[in-house]
Protein backbone atom coordinates (compact mmCIF):
# COMPACT_ATOMS: atom_id res chain seq x y z
CA UNK A 1 0.00 0.00 0.00
CA UNK A 2 1.58 3.18 -1.08
CA UNK A 3 1.11 5.91 2.00
CA UNK A 4 2.07 9.41 0.06
CA UNK A 5 -0.53 11.56 -0.54
CA UNK A 6 -1.87 10.12 -4.04
CA UNK A 7 -3.97 13.09 -6.59
CA UNK A 8 -5.29 11.74 -10.01
CA UNK A 9 -6.58 14.24 -12.91
CA UNK A 10 -9.32 13.80 -14.87
CA UNK A 11 -8.39 15.35 -17.84
CA UNK A 12 -10.57 15.65 -20.70
CA UNK A 13 -10.35 16.60 -24.44
CA UNK A 14 -12.40 16.71 -27.28
CA UNK A 15 -10.99 13.55 -29.00
CA UNK A 16 -10.18 11.73 -25.73
CA UNK A 17 -10.05 11.70 -21.84
CA UNK A 18 -7.25 10.68 -19.24
CA UNK A 19 -6.82 9.27 -15.80
CA UNK A 20 -3.05 11.00 -14.45
CA UNK A 21 -2.23 9.67 -11.16
CA UNK A 22 0.24 12.06 -9.79
CA UNK A 23 2.49 12.08 -6.13
CA UNK A 24 5.31 14.18 -5.27
CA UNK A 25 8.42 11.80 -3.89
CA UNK A 26 11.72 12.53 -2.97
CA UNK A 27 11.38 15.89 -4.42
CA UNK A 28 10.00 14.81 -8.11
CA UNK A 29 6.47 15.07 -9.06
CA UNK A 30 5.93 11.52 -10.09
CA UNK A 31 3.57 11.17 -13.01
CA UNK A 32 1.61 7.97 -14.44
CA UNK A 33 -1.23 7.47 -17.09
CA UNK A 34 -3.74 5.12 -15.30
CA UNK A 35 -6.67 5.00 -17.59
CA UNK A 36 -7.09 6.46 -20.98
CA UNK A 37 -10.24 6.56 -23.38
CA UNK A 38 -12.01 7.96 -26.39
CA UNK A 39 -14.38 11.03 -26.14
CA UNK A 40 -15.70 12.74 -29.14
CA UNK A 41 -19.39 14.12 -30.62
CA UNK A 42 -22.05 12.34 -32.06
CA UNK A 43 -24.95 13.13 -34.05
CA UNK A 44 -28.31 13.30 -32.02
CA UNK A 45 -31.83 14.89 -32.66
CA UNK A 46 -30.39 17.18 -35.41
CA UNK A 47 -27.30 18.62 -33.58
CA UNK A 48 -23.41 17.55 -32.31
CA UNK A 49 -23.79 16.18 -29.03
CA UNK A 50 -21.52 14.97 -26.18
CA UNK A 51 -22.09 12.18 -24.42
CA UNK A 52 -21.41 12.73 -20.71
CA UNK A 53 -22.44 9.14 -19.08
CA UNK A 54 -19.92 7.68 -20.96
CA UNK A 55 -17.39 9.69 -19.48
CA UNK A 56 -18.87 8.93 -16.01
CA UNK A 57 -18.22 5.82 -16.37
CA UNK A 58 -14.92 5.74 -17.48
CA UNK A 59 -14.19 8.07 -15.06
CA UNK A 60 -15.30 5.30 -12.36
CA UNK A 61 -13.26 2.84 -14.62
CA UNK A 62 -10.51 4.52 -14.20
CA UNK A 63 -10.59 5.37 -10.21
CA UNK A 64 -11.75 1.29 -9.87
CA UNK A 65 -8.05 0.92 -11.68
CA UNK A 66 -6.34 3.32 -8.95
CA UNK A 67 -7.56 1.32 -6.30
CA UNK A 68 -6.44 -1.80 -7.55
CA UNK A 69 -2.49 -0.04 -7.90
CA UNK A 70 -3.04 -0.27 -3.99
CA UNK A 71 -4.46 3.60 -3.43
CA UNK A 72 -7.23 3.08 -0.31
CA UNK A 73 -7.65 6.78 -0.69
CA UNK A 74 -6.76 9.74 -3.45
CA UNK A 75 -7.48 13.39 -4.35
CA UNK A 76 -8.87 13.86 -7.11
CA UNK A 77 -9.72 16.95 -10.00
CA UNK A 78 -11.91 17.35 -13.30
CA UNK A 79 -10.85 19.50 -16.01
CA UNK A 80 -12.35 19.93 -19.40
CA UNK A 81 -12.46 22.02 -22.76
CA UNK A 82 -14.58 25.46 -22.06
CA UNK A 83 -17.86 26.94 -23.49
CA UNK A 84 -20.25 23.74 -23.35
CA UNK A 85 -23.11 23.61 -20.31
CA UNK A 86 -25.55 20.84 -19.39
CA UNK A 87 -28.75 21.81 -18.57
CA UNK A 88 -29.67 19.78 -15.43
CA UNK A 89 -33.83 20.06 -14.05
CA UNK A 90 -34.89 20.49 -10.71
CA UNK A 91 -34.45 16.40 -9.95
CA UNK A 92 -31.02 17.05 -10.38
CA UNK A 93 -31.02 15.03 -13.98
CA UNK A 94 -29.66 15.75 -17.46
CA UNK A 95 -32.41 17.36 -20.27
CA UNK A 96 -30.30 16.02 -22.69
CA UNK A 97 -26.48 15.38 -23.63
CA UNK A 98 -24.90 18.63 -23.83
CA UNK A 99 -24.55 20.56 -27.59
CA UNK A 100 -21.02 20.34 -28.87
CA UNK A 101 -19.36 23.85 -29.31
CA UNK A 102 -18.86 23.14 -32.84
CA UNK A 103 -22.27 22.60 -33.84
CA UNK A 104 -23.20 25.28 -36.42
CA UNK A 105 -26.48 26.33 -34.10
CA UNK A 106 -24.65 29.62 -33.69
CA UNK A 107 -23.26 30.16 -36.74
CA UNK A 108 -25.35 33.87 -36.79
CA UNK A 109 -25.42 34.31 -32.73
CA UNK A 110 -22.97 36.68 -32.45
CA UNK A 111 -24.04 39.44 -35.26
CA UNK A 112 -27.44 38.53 -34.09
CA UNK A 113 -26.74 39.33 -30.31
CA UNK A 114 -24.60 42.09 -31.32
CA UNK A 115 -26.95 43.83 -33.38
CA UNK A 116 -28.82 44.61 -29.93
CA UNK A 117 -25.81 45.22 -27.88
CA UNK A 118 -22.93 46.64 -29.37
CA UNK A 119 -19.76 44.60 -29.23
CA UNK A 120 -17.60 47.07 -27.25
CA UNK A 121 -20.39 47.10 -24.52
CA UNK A 122 -20.07 43.80 -24.34
CA UNK A 123 -16.38 43.72 -24.44
CA UNK A 124 -16.05 46.32 -21.34
CA UNK A 125 -18.14 44.01 -19.44
CA UNK A 126 -16.30 41.13 -20.01
CA UNK A 127 -13.49 41.23 -21.67
CA UNK A 128 -13.79 38.02 -23.59
CA UNK A 129 -12.86 37.96 -26.88
CA UNK A 130 -15.65 37.47 -29.23
CA UNK A 131 -16.45 33.38 -30.93
CA UNK A 132 -19.17 32.38 -31.97
CA UNK A 133 -19.43 29.39 -29.88
CA UNK A 134 -19.23 31.73 -26.34
CA UNK A 135 -22.12 30.10 -23.78
CA UNK A 136 -23.60 33.36 -24.29
CA UNK A 137 -24.50 32.82 -27.67
CA UNK A 138 -25.28 29.04 -27.34
CA UNK A 139 -27.57 30.32 -24.69
CA UNK A 140 -29.00 32.94 -26.89
CA UNK A 141 -30.00 30.37 -29.53
CA UNK A 142 -30.62 27.78 -26.87
CA UNK A 143 -34.51 26.32 -26.89
CA UNK A 144 -36.57 28.05 -25.11
CA UNK A 145 -38.53 25.35 -23.42
CA UNK A 146 -35.57 23.43 -22.55
CA UNK A 147 -33.99 26.58 -21.01
CA UNK A 148 -37.63 27.43 -19.14
CA UNK A 149 -37.26 23.80 -17.82
CA UNK A 150 -33.75 23.70 -16.60
CA UNK A 151 -32.95 24.19 -12.93
CA UNK A 152 -29.55 24.55 -13.60
CA UNK A 153 -27.31 25.30 -16.15
CA UNK A 154 -23.91 23.66 -15.37
CA UNK A 155 -20.33 23.82 -16.97
CA UNK A 156 -19.44 20.22 -18.31
CA UNK A 157 -16.79 19.62 -15.96
CA UNK A 158 -18.85 21.50 -12.94
CA UNK A 159 -21.62 18.51 -14.16
CA UNK A 160 -19.00 15.59 -13.90
CA UNK A 161 -18.14 16.72 -10.35
CA UNK A 162 -22.00 16.87 -9.49
CA UNK A 163 -22.97 13.40 -10.52
CA UNK A 164 -20.19 12.19 -8.82
CA UNK A 165 -20.52 13.85 -5.39
CA UNK A 166 -24.05 15.70 -5.14
CA UNK A 167 -22.49 18.62 -4.97
CA UNK A 168 -22.91 21.89 -7.61
CA UNK A 169 -20.80 24.48 -8.08
CA UNK A 170 -19.72 26.99 -10.82
CA UNK A 171 -15.47 27.22 -11.04
CA UNK A 172 -14.53 30.62 -12.33
CA UNK A 173 -12.06 29.76 -14.83
CA UNK A 174 -14.09 27.95 -16.72
CA UNK A 175 -17.09 30.47 -15.85
CA UNK A 176 -15.28 33.23 -17.67
CA UNK A 177 -14.98 31.66 -20.99
CA UNK A 178 -19.23 31.73 -20.99
CA UNK A 179 -18.43 35.83 -22.02
CA UNK A 180 -20.89 36.21 -18.82
CA UNK A 181 -18.99 37.14 -15.81
CA UNK A 182 -18.60 41.09 -15.08
CA UNK A 183 -14.81 41.56 -14.68
CA UNK A 184 -15.96 44.74 -11.45
CA UNK A 185 -18.15 43.11 -10.48
CA UNK A 186 -17.25 39.46 -10.06
CA UNK A 187 -20.63 37.55 -10.79
CA UNK A 188 -22.73 36.90 -14.14
CA UNK A 189 -23.55 39.99 -15.37
CA UNK A 190 -27.38 40.79 -15.36
CA UNK A 191 -28.17 42.88 -18.26
CA UNK A 192 -26.42 40.07 -20.51
CA UNK A 193 -28.18 36.73 -18.25
CA UNK A 194 -31.37 39.22 -19.11
CA UNK A 195 -30.78 39.14 -23.20
CA UNK A 196 -30.30 35.29 -23.26
CA UNK A 197 -33.50 34.91 -20.80
CA UNK A 198 -31.22 33.11 -18.16
CA UNK A 199 -31.47 33.66 -14.36
CA UNK A 200 -28.84 33.87 -12.50
CA UNK A 201 -29.60 31.49 -9.84
CA UNK A 202 -29.64 28.61 -12.60
CA UNK A 203 -26.02 29.05 -12.67
CA UNK A 204 -24.85 27.27 -9.10
CA UNK A 205 -22.45 29.41 -6.75
CA UNK A 206 -19.15 30.50 -7.85
CA UNK A 207 -15.97 29.22 -6.89
CA UNK A 208 -12.55 29.45 -7.21
CA UNK A 209 -10.44 27.13 -8.19
CA UNK A 210 -8.69 24.68 -5.41
CA UNK A 211 -12.44 24.70 -3.42
CA UNK A 212 -13.11 21.12 -2.03
CA UNK A 213 -16.19 19.65 -3.53
CA UNK A 214 -16.89 16.63 -1.68
CA UNK A 215 -17.01 12.54 -1.55
CA UNK A 216 -17.96 10.50 -4.12
CA UNK A 217 -21.15 9.55 -3.43
CA UNK A 218 -22.17 5.82 -2.18
CA UNK A 219 -23.80 4.87 -5.14
CA UNK A 220 -21.04 4.58 -6.87
CA UNK A 221 -19.18 2.71 -4.40
CA UNK A 222 -21.44 0.24 -4.93
CA UNK A 223 -21.42 -0.21 -8.60
CA UNK A 224 -17.44 -0.03 -8.91
CA UNK A 225 -14.76 -1.06 -6.49
CA UNK A 226 -13.47 2.56 -5.66
CA UNK A 227 -10.86 4.50 -3.30
CA UNK A 228 -12.55 6.84 -0.86
CA UNK A 229 -12.25 10.00 -2.88
CA UNK A 230 -12.19 13.59 -2.15
CA UNK A 231 -12.73 15.95 -5.08
CA UNK A 232 -11.08 19.15 -5.24
CA UNK A 233 -12.81 21.65 -7.82
CA UNK A 234 -9.78 22.54 -9.56
CA UNK A 235 -8.89 25.21 -12.36
CA UNK A 236 -11.76 23.12 -14.02
CA UNK A 237 -10.95 24.92 -18.00
CA UNK A 238 -8.14 22.84 -19.43
CA UNK A 239 -6.55 26.25 -20.48
CA UNK A 240 -6.24 27.51 -16.89
CA UNK A 241 -5.06 24.00 -15.90
CA UNK A 242 -2.29 24.32 -18.84
CA UNK A 243 -0.92 27.69 -17.69
CA UNK A 244 -0.62 26.50 -13.50
CA UNK A 245 1.79 23.33 -14.99
CA UNK A 246 3.86 25.93 -17.13
CA UNK A 247 7.23 26.13 -15.50
CA UNK A 248 7.46 29.77 -16.22
CA UNK A 249 10.39 31.26 -13.87
CA UNK A 250 11.53 33.75 -15.64
CA UNK A 251 10.45 38.11 -15.18
CA UNK A 252 8.74 38.37 -18.45
CA UNK A 253 7.37 34.69 -19.57
CA UNK A 254 4.61 33.82 -22.28
CA UNK A 255 2.54 30.81 -22.28
CA UNK A 256 1.73 29.12 -25.19
CA UNK A 257 -0.43 25.61 -24.56
CA UNK A 258 -0.10 24.34 -28.06
CA UNK A 259 -2.32 21.10 -28.83
CA UNK A 260 -5.51 21.03 -30.44
CA UNK A 261 -6.20 24.64 -30.00
CA UNK A 262 -3.49 27.53 -29.46
CA UNK A 263 -3.89 29.30 -26.92
CA UNK A 264 -0.70 32.41 -26.48
CA UNK A 265 -1.16 35.04 -23.90
CA UNK A 266 0.47 36.12 -20.95
CA UNK A 267 -0.58 35.44 -16.89
CA UNK A 268 -1.36 38.97 -15.47
CA UNK A 269 -3.08 40.34 -11.62
CA UNK A 270 -5.52 42.60 -13.49
CA UNK A 271 -7.41 42.26 -16.56
CA UNK A 272 -6.64 44.57 -19.48
CA UNK A 273 -9.82 45.69 -21.46
CA UNK A 274 -8.72 48.32 -23.27
CA UNK A 275 -9.33 49.22 -27.54
CA UNK A 276 -6.46 47.64 -28.08
CA UNK A 277 -7.24 44.63 -27.01
CA UNK A 278 -10.71 44.84 -27.88
CA UNK A 279 -9.32 45.59 -31.45
CA UNK A 280 -7.37 42.17 -31.57
CA UNK A 281 -9.34 40.46 -30.18
CA UNK A 282 -8.11 39.22 -27.17
CA UNK A 283 -9.51 38.03 -24.20
CA UNK A 284 -9.04 37.89 -20.32
CA UNK A 285 -10.07 34.29 -19.07
CA UNK A 286 -10.12 34.17 -15.26
CA UNK A 287 -7.42 32.23 -13.65
CA UNK A 288 -6.44 30.12 -10.48
CA UNK A 289 -5.55 32.56 -7.13
CA UNK A 290 -6.62 35.71 -8.74
CA UNK A 291 -4.80 35.84 -12.12
CA UNK A 292 -6.10 35.96 -15.65
CA UNK A 293 -4.97 34.74 -18.49
CA UNK A 294 -4.53 37.30 -21.45
CA UNK A 295 -4.36 35.57 -24.40
CA UNK A 296 -5.57 35.05 -28.46
CA UNK A 297 -6.95 31.94 -29.45
CA UNK A 298 -5.54 30.42 -32.17
CA UNK A 299 -6.61 27.54 -34.50
CA UNK A 300 -4.34 24.85 -33.30
CA UNK A 301 -2.70 21.46 -34.15
CA UNK A 302 -6.51 20.16 -34.70
CA UNK A 303 -5.66 21.13 -38.64
CA UNK A 304 -2.69 18.57 -38.53
CA UNK A 305 -5.01 16.25 -36.66
CA UNK A 306 -8.04 16.52 -39.42
CA UNK A 307 -5.15 15.91 -42.11
CA UNK A 308 -4.05 12.75 -40.95
CA UNK A 309 -8.02 11.76 -40.20
CA UNK A 310 -8.50 12.84 -44.37
CA UNK A 311 -5.54 10.87 -44.72
CA UNK A 312 -7.34 7.90 -43.10
CA UNK A 313 -4.82 7.80 -40.16
CA UNK A 314 -2.17 6.27 -42.65
CA UNK A 315 0.72 8.21 -40.89
CA UNK A 316 1.67 8.59 -37.49
CA UNK A 317 2.15 12.55 -36.45
CA UNK A 318 5.81 11.56 -36.17
CA UNK A 319 5.74 10.34 -39.93
CA UNK A 320 4.00 13.48 -40.89
CA UNK A 321 6.27 15.91 -39.12
CA UNK A 322 9.44 13.74 -40.70
CA UNK A 323 7.95 14.44 -44.49
CA UNK A 324 7.19 17.84 -43.69
CA UNK A 325 10.83 18.75 -42.75
CA UNK A 326 11.57 17.65 -46.12
CA UNK A 327 8.84 19.59 -47.50
CA UNK A 328 9.80 23.02 -49.84
CA UNK A 329 9.85 25.31 -47.05
CA UNK A 330 7.37 28.67 -47.46
CA UNK A 331 5.32 28.07 -50.06
CA UNK A 332 2.00 29.11 -49.18
CA UNK A 333 0.64 31.89 -46.61
CA UNK A 334 -2.51 30.44 -44.83
CA UNK A 335 -4.35 32.36 -42.08
CA UNK A 336 -4.51 29.56 -39.75
CA UNK A 337 -7.67 31.31 -37.95
CA UNK A 338 -9.89 31.56 -40.83
CA UNK A 339 -13.39 29.99 -40.13
CA UNK A 340 -13.17 27.29 -43.11
CA UNK A 341 -10.93 25.15 -40.83
CA UNK A 342 -12.95 25.48 -37.91
CA UNK A 343 -14.79 21.97 -38.69
CA UNK A 344 -14.38 21.64 -42.88
CA UNK A 345 -15.75 18.23 -44.41
CA UNK A 346 -12.23 17.78 -45.50
CA UNK A 347 -9.03 19.68 -44.53
CA UNK A 348 -7.40 18.86 -47.44
CA UNK A 349 -9.74 20.38 -49.72
CA UNK A 350 -10.05 23.50 -47.10
CA UNK A 351 -6.13 23.85 -47.92
CA UNK A 352 -5.90 23.43 -51.37
CA UNK A 353 -8.55 25.87 -52.33
CA UNK A 354 -7.68 28.69 -49.94
CA UNK A 355 -3.93 28.31 -52.01
CA UNK A 356 -5.91 28.30 -55.17
CA UNK A 357 -8.32 30.70 -53.97
CA UNK A 358 -5.20 33.40 -52.78
CA UNK A 359 -3.44 32.37 -56.05
CA UNK A 360 -0.78 30.66 -54.87
CA UNK A 361 1.06 27.27 -54.60
CA UNK A 362 -1.46 24.05 -54.02
CA UNK A 363 0.42 21.77 -51.62
CA UNK A 364 -0.38 18.26 -52.80
CA UNK A 365 1.46 15.78 -50.32
CA UNK A 366 1.12 14.78 -46.81
CA UNK A 367 4.90 16.32 -46.46
CA UNK A 368 3.85 19.73 -48.23
CA UNK A 369 0.15 19.95 -45.93
CA UNK A 370 1.64 19.54 -43.09
CA UNK A 371 5.13 21.91 -43.32
CA UNK A 372 2.52 24.85 -44.47
CA UNK A 373 0.42 24.24 -40.91
CA UNK A 374 3.93 24.20 -38.96
CA UNK A 375 5.50 27.21 -40.87
CA UNK A 376 1.75 29.36 -40.49
CA UNK A 377 0.92 28.28 -36.98
CA UNK A 378 4.93 29.62 -36.20
CA UNK A 379 4.21 32.65 -38.24
CA UNK A 380 1.05 33.60 -36.15
CA UNK A 381 2.29 32.96 -32.97
CA UNK A 382 5.67 35.62 -33.92
CA UNK A 383 3.07 37.80 -35.04
CA UNK A 384 0.87 37.56 -31.65
CA UNK A 385 4.09 37.55 -29.53
CA UNK A 386 4.54 40.98 -31.27
CA UNK A 387 1.10 42.62 -30.43
CA UNK A 388 0.84 40.90 -26.12
CA UNK A 389 4.11 42.95 -25.87
CA UNK A 390 2.79 46.09 -27.70
CA UNK A 391 -0.86 45.64 -26.00
CA UNK A 392 0.83 44.99 -22.43
CA UNK A 393 4.05 47.14 -23.16
CA UNK A 394 6.31 45.08 -21.77
CA UNK A 395 8.95 42.97 -23.55
CA UNK A 396 8.47 39.03 -23.53
CA UNK A 397 11.65 37.32 -22.95
CA UNK A 398 10.91 33.63 -23.00
CA UNK A 399 8.14 31.94 -24.77
CA UNK A 400 6.72 28.53 -22.47
CA UNK A 401 5.33 26.17 -24.93
CA UNK A 402 3.05 23.12 -23.21
CA UNK A 403 0.90 20.48 -24.37
CA UNK A 404 1.41 18.42 -27.52
CA UNK A 405 3.26 20.91 -29.90
CA UNK A 406 6.14 20.92 -27.42
CA UNK A 407 7.05 18.10 -29.08
CA UNK A 408 7.23 20.07 -32.66
CA UNK A 409 10.85 20.64 -32.82
CA UNK A 410 10.28 21.87 -36.12
CA UNK A 411 7.57 24.01 -35.30
CA UNK A 412 8.94 25.24 -31.92
CA UNK A 413 12.13 26.20 -33.26
CA UNK A 414 11.09 28.11 -36.39
CA UNK A 415 8.74 29.85 -33.77
CA UNK A 416 11.81 31.17 -32.07
CA UNK A 417 13.58 31.97 -35.02
CA UNK A 418 10.65 34.18 -36.32
CA UNK A 419 10.06 35.70 -32.77
CA UNK A 420 13.49 36.11 -31.73
CA UNK A 421 13.25 35.09 -28.67
CA UNK A 422 13.72 31.61 -26.71
CA UNK A 423 11.42 29.22 -27.00
CA UNK A 424 11.61 26.76 -23.51
CA UNK A 425 9.00 24.23 -25.01
CA UNK A 426 7.56 21.03 -22.05
CA UNK A 427 5.84 19.74 -20.56
CA UNK A 428 3.86 18.29 -23.34
CA UNK A 429 1.29 17.01 -20.15
CA UNK A 430 1.24 20.73 -18.64
CA UNK A 431 -2.94 19.80 -18.60
CA UNK A 432 -2.63 17.42 -16.18
CA UNK A 433 -0.02 18.59 -14.27
CA UNK A 434 -1.35 21.78 -13.25
CA UNK A 435 -5.30 20.13 -12.35
CA UNK A 436 -2.40 17.80 -9.98
CA UNK A 437 -0.64 21.02 -8.98
CA UNK A 438 -4.54 22.79 -7.74
CA UNK A 439 -4.89 19.69 -6.06
CA UNK A 440 -1.29 19.16 -4.08
CA UNK A 441 -1.45 22.80 -3.43
CA UNK A 442 -5.26 22.68 -2.17
CA UNK A 443 -3.75 20.01 0.70
CA UNK A 444 -0.73 22.03 1.63
CA UNK A 445 1.64 19.24 -0.20
CA UNK A 446 3.01 22.18 -2.03
CA UNK A 447 3.50 26.01 -1.26
CA UNK A 448 2.02 27.57 -3.81
CA UNK A 449 1.69 28.74 -7.46
CA UNK A 450 5.76 29.24 -7.37
CA UNK A 451 6.64 26.60 -5.79
CA UNK A 452 4.87 24.44 -7.80
CA UNK A 453 6.46 25.45 -11.25
CA UNK A 454 9.41 24.80 -9.67
CA UNK A 455 8.83 21.35 -8.86
CA UNK A 456 7.50 21.21 -12.71
CA UNK A 457 11.21 22.75 -14.20
CA UNK A 458 12.77 19.89 -11.04
CA UNK A 459 10.65 16.80 -12.30
CA UNK A 460 10.74 17.31 -16.77
CA UNK A 461 12.69 17.43 -19.53
CA UNK A 462 12.72 20.61 -20.70
CA UNK A 463 13.50 21.47 -24.40
CA UNK A 464 15.47 24.59 -24.83
CA UNK A 465 15.08 26.21 -28.78
CA UNK A 466 17.33 29.89 -29.63
CA UNK A 467 16.26 32.17 -31.74
CA UNK A 468 18.54 31.98 -34.95
CA UNK A 469 16.88 35.25 -36.82
CA UNK A 470 19.37 34.54 -40.11
CA UNK A 471 17.82 31.11 -40.43
CA UNK A 472 14.31 32.59 -41.86
CA UNK A 473 13.95 35.04 -45.15
CA UNK A 474 14.59 38.77 -44.05
CA UNK A 475 10.86 39.73 -44.78
CA UNK A 476 9.35 36.56 -44.16
CA UNK A 477 7.36 37.68 -41.05
CA UNK A 478 6.40 41.36 -42.61
CA UNK A 479 5.09 39.70 -46.00
CA UNK A 480 2.99 37.26 -43.93
CA UNK A 481 1.34 40.24 -42.12
CA UNK A 482 0.45 42.00 -44.75
CA UNK A 483 -1.13 38.83 -46.34
CA UNK A 484 -3.45 38.46 -43.27
CA UNK A 485 -4.45 42.13 -43.64
CA UNK A 486 -5.58 41.45 -46.67
CA UNK A 487 -7.76 38.85 -45.94
CA UNK A 488 -11.35 38.87 -44.75
CA UNK A 489 -12.15 39.55 -41.01
CA UNK A 490 -13.79 36.51 -39.34
CA UNK A 491 -15.20 35.92 -35.85
CA UNK A 492 -13.03 32.41 -35.28
CA UNK A 493 -11.28 31.28 -32.28
CA UNK A 494 -11.21 28.08 -29.96
CA UNK A 495 -12.90 26.84 -27.28
CA UNK A 496 -10.01 24.99 -26.25
Known sequence: MNTMPAYVAVDIGASSGRLILGQVQHGQLTFKEVHRFKNGFRRVAGHDRWDNDHIIEEILTGLAKVKAMGFPHVYLGIDTWAVDYVLVDEEGHKLHDPISYRDARTDSAVQSLTSKLPRAYIYEKTGIQFQKFNTLYQL?????????????????????????????VTEVTNASTTQMLNLRQGLFDKDLMNEVHV???????????????????RKWHKAYDLPETDVITVATHDTASAVLGTPGLTDNWAFLSSGTWSLL????????????????????????????????????????QSIR????????????????????????????NDGRFINPENMITAIQDYARETGQTVPQTPGELTR???????????????????????????????????????????????????VVAGPSEATAIGNLMVQMITTKTVKHVYAGRQLIADSFPLTHYQPDPSAVPAHLLADYEAFLQKQPTAVTAAAH
Open 199 to 217: DEDQFPHLVEAGTPLGHIR
Open 309 to 336: HDLHDQYSFQELADQAEKAPAFQLFIDV
Open 372 to 422: AVYENLSLYYACQIQTLSDILQKPIDTLNIVGGGANVAMMNQLTANLANIP
Open 140 to 168: YTEDGEDLARADKIMMIPDYLGYVLTGNA
Open 265 to 304: GAEINTPENGLAAFKENYTNEWGAYGTYRFLKNIMGLWIV
